[in-house]
C-alpha cells in the first residue's frame, strides 16, 4: 500500500508539474508577440527596484493597515510552503516528517513558526472576504466596474476561501499526528505539541487509531494536492503576479513615469526637416526602411514585450480605476480593464497558437476595436495617475498612447478640436491659436 501511494503521489507531483511547465510556455511564447525592447541597463538599480517594490511590497505601504495586511498574507503563505519541500520529499521516500531527527529541537519550533503563519494568513484571508463581500470596498465590486463581472469577481473570493481551507488542513494534520504521537503509533516521530494545532486535539479525543490515521493522511493529501492545484490555477489567475512582481518590477522603466517616449521614426523626420544631425539616431526598421509598417500600435503584436508582461503581472487590485480622473467623473476609461483586456487578447492568441502548431493564424480580430474601444483611450488625460498609483509599477498609459497613436497617426481619425490643436502647435508652437509673439501679452497689466 505504501509502495502504491508513493508512485501514486510521483505519478501526480509529475503531471501537475508538466501542466505548469505547459502553462509557463505558453505565457512566455504570448510574451514574446511584443516588440524587442531593452531593458538590461542599470542592473543594480533594478535589483533594488525590484527588492524594494515586489520583496518589500514598498508601494502597498502607502496604506498603511491594508500593506501589513497584504505583507502578511505575501510573505506567510510563501514562508508557509517551504514546508511543502518536506511534504514532498516525504511523499516520494514513504518516510514522515524526515527533517525531524535532523533538526532536533529546532524542527519543533520550525512548525511552531509555520503554524503562527498559517493562522496569521487564514485571520487576513477572513478581513479580506469581509472587505469584499461585507464593506464592500468600492474598487473591488463588479456592479461599479463591469471589467469583474464573471470571473474576475468569483476569482477574488475563491483563493482567499482557497487559502483558508488550505491552512486548516496543516492545523488539522498536525493536530492528528500528534494525537496518534500520544498514541505511541508507530510511523509518527515524537516531537510533542504545536503552538495552534494543539487546541484541536480534543476535537480528535476517543478517535481510533485507524480513524485518527486515515484523517492525518486525508489532510496530508489534501494539503499537498491542494498546495499543487494552487499552483497550477495561479498560472491562470490574476494571482499570477505573486511570481511574475519580480520581473516585471526588475524591468519596469527607470526613466520618471511621467515620461512620454518620443516614437523614433517621428523624431527623426521632424530632425530631418529641422536640419539636424542624425547620425546617432536609431538604426533603420526591419527591412532597411525608416518607416515602419504601423504608426502606434492595433494588436498586441505592436507594443512592446514590456506591455505584455504588464498584463500579466495584473493583480486587478483597482488601485489605477480608483485614481484615474476619468473613470471618476463617469467616462468609460478604466485603467485596469485595459490591462485585463490586453491580457484576454493575449490568452485568446495562446489558445490560437495551441491549435496552430505554434503560429498565430489571423483570426480577424485586434486589440483596438474588439477588446478596448476607441471611446476608453480618447478619455485619457495622460495625468499617469494609474502609473503611479500600482503597486507593481505596471504602466497603463503606455498602451493607451500607443493604441492612440495608431487611431490619429495611423488611420488619421483624432477628433476635430484635437486637429485644431494639432495644426495651432504647428503652426503657432501653442495650443492655441494667436502669434508666437503675443504669447506673453497677457503679462503686460501686471504689476
Known amino acids: ?169 496543516i492545523l488539522t494534520m498536525n493536530a492528528a499526528d500528534t494525537v496518534l504521537q500520544d498514541m505511541n503509533s508507530a510511523h509518527y516521530t515524537p516531537t510533542g505539541d504545536y503552538m495552534f494545532s494543539q487546541f484541536l486535539k480534543p476535537l480528535f479525543a476517543g478517535w481510533s487509531e485507524g480513524g485518527l490515521i486515515a484523517l492525518e493522511r486525508g489532510a496530508w493529501w489534501f494539503h499537498i494536492l491542494g498546495i499543487l492545484g494552487f499552483a497550477l490555477y495561479v498560472t491562470h489567475s490574476k494571482h499570477l503576479h505573486i511570481a511574475l512582481a519580480f520581473p516585471n518590477t526588475y524591468f519596469a522603466r527607470l526613466a520618471p513615469r511621467g515620461k512620454m517616449e518620443n516614437m523614433p521614426a517621428i523624431t527623426k523626420e521632424v530632425k530631418l526637416m529641422l536640419g539636424m544631425d542624425t547620425a546617432t539616431d536609431a538604426p533603420p526598421t526591419e527591412g532597411g526602411s525608416d518607416i515602419p509598417e504601423r504608426f502606434g500600435a492595433k494588436d498586441v503584436m505592436d507594443l512592446h514585450w514590456k506591455n505584455l508582461m504588464d498584463a500579466y503581472s495584473c493583480t486587478e487590485c483597482g488601485r489605477c480605476t480608483a485614481n484615474c480622473p476619468a473613470n471618476i467623473t463617469g467616462k468609460l476609461l478604466s485603467p485596469r480593464k485595459i490591462m485585463m483586456d490586453t491580457r484576454d487578447r493575449l490568452e485568446d492568441l495562446g489558445r490560437n497558437m495551441q491549435a496552430n502548431g505554434g503560429k498565430v493564424v489571423e483570426d480577424g480580430k485586434a486589440l483596438l476595436g474588439d477588446y478596448i474601444l476607441v471611446e476608453e483611450i480618447m478619455a485619457c488625460t495622460t495625468c499617469t495617475a494609474c502609473v503611479e498609483a500600482c503597486p507593481v509599477l505596471i504602466n497603463p498609459l503606455d498602451i493607451i498612447l500607443q493604441l492612440r497613436r495608431y487611431k490619429i497617426m495611423d488611420e488619421a481619425q483624432a477628433p476635430g478640436s484635437w486637429n485644431m490643436m494639432f495644426q495651432n502647435m504647428e503652426t503657432s508652437q501653442a495650443p492655441w491659436k494667436f502669434s508666437p509673439g503675443d504669447r506673453f501679452n497677457w503679462a503686460n497689466n501686471l504689476k
Not at 500500500?1 to 501526480?12: G, P
Not at 519543533?108 to 469584499?132: G, K, P, Q
Open 1 to 169: 500500500m505504501e509502495l502504491f501511494q508513493r508512485i501514486l503521489f510521483a505519478i501526480v507531483l509529475g503531471t501537475v508539474g508538466w501542466l505548469i511547465y505547459r502553462r509557463i510556455k505558453l505565457i512566455r511564447d504570448t510574451i514574446r508577440l511584443g516588440q524587442p525592447e531593452d531593458r538590461t541597463d542599470r542592473p543594480s538599480e533594478r535589483l533594488g527596484t525590484m527588492l524594494r517594490v515586489a520583496f518589500g511590497q514598498k508601494k502597498m505601504f502607502d496604506r498603511p493597515l491594508v500593506g501589513i495586511l497584504h505583507f502578511i498574507l505575501y510573505a506567510g503563505f510563501l514562508l508557509i510552503n517551504i514546508e511543502v519541500l518536506e511534504i514532498i520529499l516525504d511523499g516520494l521516500s514513504g518516510q514522515h516528517r524526515m527533517f525531524a531527527p535532523f533538526f532536533g529541537t529546532v524542527y519543533h519550533y520550525l512548525i511552531d513558526f509555520f503554524e503562527f503563519l498559517a493562522v496569521a494568513v487564514l485571520v487576513v484571508c477572513v478581513i479580506f472576504l469581509i472587505r469584499r463581500n461585507i464593506v464592500r470596498v468600492d474598487r473591488l465590486q463588479a456592479e461599479r466596474h463591469r471589467e469583474l463581472i464573471g470571473f474576475p469577481s468569483v476569482d477574488g473570493n475563491l483563493i482567499l476561501i482557497f487559502e483558508i481551507v488550505l491552512m486548516l488542513a
